[in-house]
């Protein structure tokens, strides 16, 4: 049986030099030259490459101070006014130190918060684009705003007084709240929970400037050593020797559906010629919706799908993605893209209705299901990111397992939707053979087991992570 720990097995494979054309497979009119260990090349818009994708801007942004000095700032930031941070505060911060937004350094000025709300990119000083479709912003009250007056600095402390980070060179500006949402969400419905948990209640300023994060930031949760850094994970990719990094997201527990288009895409990649494509299962670990399933259990689950083999864990990296979750459909699954960038990931898997969620008020879906994957494929500063669209899985009951969807026999094919698995691991019955490990089902059923009704006979609420 495979373990987590045996996801970080070292790997040796030979050095490779080969020059052919291939056929794409994800765009079936391409035709693509690669010259593995050569630089880039772009040939009808498709980049392949050997090595790690370079960073946005070039250089990985890494906030967290050096040892020597953290005493040292721990000590400052005491004698600085203080911003107390919420949760969802605390998980950019994490973000930000590490380099995921980079070349962000620090919670947005006006012109980053501008450029990000009107273009979802950021130009830099030599006049180049990278992508940065949702604001990473900090919002103070108006009393914050007086007891901060000229100073150039702040102290942002955590819900428990402890120091986290100093905020240099600050800037405060006005909080567009209805503009924000408008363009974040591209509704102003009640009910999207982001914006319930952060903005509306929020303060109408906006406080920007230069971040030094005073330790990494831990949440003491167990699954720490889960969240690999940007550079941790580049360090890792090159330690396996991959000259392909694939990325898939996800905030729900993997089905065999979801592993047979992880296993395929790298069978598709080495077909093009790569000779080590390394997946990059990246579960979000920040704030999610109360009837998401939690990221410890999550965590879990992923874990049962490795032992049980219905993953490689020879070339499948696990680890935690920190941010929190918009639910901002096409807006968000550009952030969600770029900061697998700075990871080190030049593929990107994208599903139907990516970050996408329910109309909070009509019965509708908020997004078109296939705006994301366009969207990703036109993105500013994404050209260097290979955009992989979902083949579409559905439960083959000829077959009675998971497999890729044949539109001439519609009749053979049952579709779990995420409510559907739900709803059975709720009620404790059981999906059609085949569709998740057993391990993993199990798994889910205890969470919704664990959510004992009260003396009432009602289920408690859960709570949002």
Known sequence: MASMASLFTKISFPSHSLSKTFDTHFSPSFKVNISLGAKARTHLGLRVSSGLIEPDGGKLVELVVEDSRRDLKKGEAFSLPRIKLSR?????????????????????RETEFLQTLHFNSLRLDDGSVVNMSVPIVLAIDDDQ??????SKKVALFDSQGNPVAILNDIEI?????????????????????????????????????????????????????????????REEFTRRNADAVFAFQLRNP??????????????????????????????????TKADDVPLAWRMKQHEKVLEDGVLDPETTVVSIFPSPMHYAGPTEVQ?????????????????????????????????????????LSMAPGLERLN??????????????????????RPQDFLFISGTKMRTLARNKESPPDGFMCPGGWKVLVDYYDSLVPSSNGKVPEAVAA
């Open 88 to 108: 969802i505060d605390v998980e950019w911060v994490h973000v930000l130190s590490e380099g995921w937004a980079t070349p962000l350094r620090g919670f947005m």
């Open 145 to 150: 705003k007086h007891r901060i007056g000229d």
């Open 173 to 233: 500006y006005k909080h567009p709240k209805e503009e924000r949402i408008a363009r974040t969400w591209g509704t102003t419905a009640s009910g999207l929970p982001y914006v319930e948990e952060t903005i509306t209640n929020a303060g109408n300023w906006l406080i920007g400037g230069d971040l030094e994060v005073i330790e990494p930031v831990k949440y003491h949760d167990g699954l720490d050593h889960f969240r690999l850094s940007p550079s941790e994970l």
């Open 254 to 287: 993997v089905h065999n559906g979801h592993a047979l288009l992880m296993t395929d895409t790298r069978k598709r990649l080495l077909d093009m010629g790569y000779k080590n494509p390394v997946l990059l299962l990246h579960p979000l670990g920040g704030y």
């Open 335 to 375: 952030w969600h893209a770029k900061a697998r960038i700075n990871a080190g990931a030049n593929f990107y898997i994208v599903g139907r209705d990516p970050a996408g969620m329910s109309h909070p008020v009509e019965k509708r879906d908020l997004y078109d299901a296939d705006h994301g994957k366009k969207v």
């Open 387 to 408: 955009i992989l669209p979902f083949r579409v899985a559905a439960y083959d009951k000829t077959q009675g397992k998971m497999a890729f969807f044949d539109p001439s």
